[in-house]
Every structure is written in C-alpha cells, then in structure tokens.
C-alpha cells in the first residue's frame, strides 16, 4: 500500500495498481458486501477491509488521499489504526485553502435491528458513544464515550486492535482475506481470557469498535458533525447508517467554516498526505 496526494475536492480514492490504476472512491455507493470487514466494489473490483485506514484518515483530518493497493485487501497491520496514523504523519499533511465541507446532522435518524441500534443526532461536533455486550469474561458490557476532537481520537481510539476468536479466523481465511493474519494483527479471544496480552487499554474492544464506526462513517464523504450512538452495531449497521442518512437530503447539511480551516493562505494549495509502506 502506499499514500499519495489528491488535490482538494478528490476525496479518499483507492487505485488498484495490480489493475491498470482501477479507481474506486471511499463512498457510500461503492459498498459491497459487509461482514467481518468493510468492502468496496465497482465494477466487479474489490477492496476489502478499508475501515482502518479510513478511520485514520478521519482522526487526522485527512479529506483527499490517493491509497494504491497491489491486491484486493489493506493490510492488517497490527489491527488498529496506530500504524497508519504514523505512517501519514511521517509522509506530512498539508492543508488547502478551500475551506472543509462538513455534513451537519439536522434531524435524528435512528435505526433499529433486534437487538442493535444505531442513531445519529444533532450536534456541534463529532462525537460518539458505543456500547457492546459480547458474552466473554474479559469483555461482558462495555461502553465508550467520545469526541473526536483535540487529539482524543489519537490517543484514546487509534491504538485499539481489533479482535476475534480462531473460528472467525477460519471463517475469515475462507473468505480469502487475512492472508497476513497472526497473532500481531488482533487480540485473539480464548474461552476465558486471551492468547496474546496484554491489552492496550481495559476497554480495548469497544474502543475498537468506535475505530470502526469511524472508518465507517468515512463513506459519508465529508466529516461530520453529529453525536453518534451506537449499540451492538456492527460494518451493516454503520454502513445502513450512512446510506439512511445520504438518501434523505432533509437530514443533513452542508457547512462549512472558511475562517477556521484555512490555513493562513500561505502555502500552496496541494496535497494533503504522502508516504509509502
Ligand atoms: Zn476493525
């Protein structure tokens, strides 16, 4: 994989380099099938498991970035976003001068599945609050609140790994995905504890879980502004989530800050990050 710059306006565009530069833009309409992981397809070409970067992208403010890929799946990495937060930071951000548009939320949508929720209400800011309740001793019911502002997502959401037991490993095997897996790449669950600990924070698995709201989100294609509230969702629920909202124009609008956001005019207005892994 490797990051490169897009003028403003381009949004997060994945480019297959093993598919003569095949593009696929990081929005709602392109979303495939969505189980373990998040997929992208346009005309019939695949990108799995985008969540993770794209929820990077947003924690660092990142609007337009070309991501080329010489296969069909991100890297895992180490199953957080850690990794690619470093990887764009030691590449560089530059700011435009066009001022960011945000999708402000104007009215409550709510969406319910069994026992799944999901809901975005009015607000200021971005902000979330998930909760999950997966029947495991280390885990049980969990909640974590926050708003993704002023660093917060660095420090409390970035670093939270993903995780699974060794069945959703097969399972995910068959489905020709985590060809890179081990156990460096998620916290894998045993009957009453963990293989590999220990764990970056108590909470880590609802942590992770924002991390993938986030990156889900993402194919909003635009940051929001909005409180998110999320409960045993999961990749179908945040991504009905979206679709929900991008269909229904009386829910959203578009805004922007042109004074907050421009970066004092002086430098050019170009690229926004670039590095390589
Ligand atoms: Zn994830």
């Not at 991008?246 to 421009?262: A, G, I, M």
Request: hydrophobic share 40%.
């Amino acid at each position: 994989m490797r990051l490169l710059p897009a003028k403003a306006g381009t949004g997060i565009v994945f480019r297959r380099t093993d598919l003569d530069g095949f593009e696929i833009e990081a929005i709602s309409r392109n979303v495939a099938r969505v189980s373990y992981a998040t997929s992208l397809m346009k005309k019939g070409v695949l990108i799995s498991t985008t969540e993770h970067l794209l929820s990077a992208f947003v924690g660092l403010g990142i609007d337009n970035a070309i991501v080329e890929l010489d296969n069909l799946e991100l890297p895992i990495l180490d199953g957080s976003a850690r990794p690619f937060v470093d990887m764009i930071q030691k590449g560089g951000i530059r700011k435009h001068r066009r001022a960011r548009k945000y999708l402000k939320i104007l009215r409550e949508v709510e969406l319910r599945e069994g026992n799944k929720f999901i809901a975005v209400y009015p607000a200021d800011h971005y902000s979330v609050s998930y909760s999950i309740n997966f029947p495991h001793p280390l885990i049980g019911k969990e909640t974590f609140k926050v708003e993704l502002t002023n660093g917060s997502y660095l420090r409390k959401i970035a670093p939270a790994r993903t995780f699974g037991s060794r069945a959703d490993e097969q399972a995910m095997r068959d489905m020709g995905l985590i060809r890179g897996a081990s156990r460096e790449n998620c916290i894998v669950l045993t009957r009453d504890g963990i293989e590999n600990g220990p764990l970056r924070y108590p909470d880590e698995f609802v942590r992770h879980k924002v991390l993938d709201l986030v990156g889900d989100l993402a194919l909003l294609g635009k940051q929001v502004l909005g409180n998110v509230v999320a409960d045993r969702a999961g990749h179908a629920m945040h991504t009905a989530l979206v679709s929900r909202i991008l269909r229904d124009k009386t829910l959203w609008e578009e805004v922007s800050f042109p004074d907050q956001d421009r970066d004092n005019g002086s430098r050019p207005a170009r690229a926004e990050a670039a590095a390589g892994l």
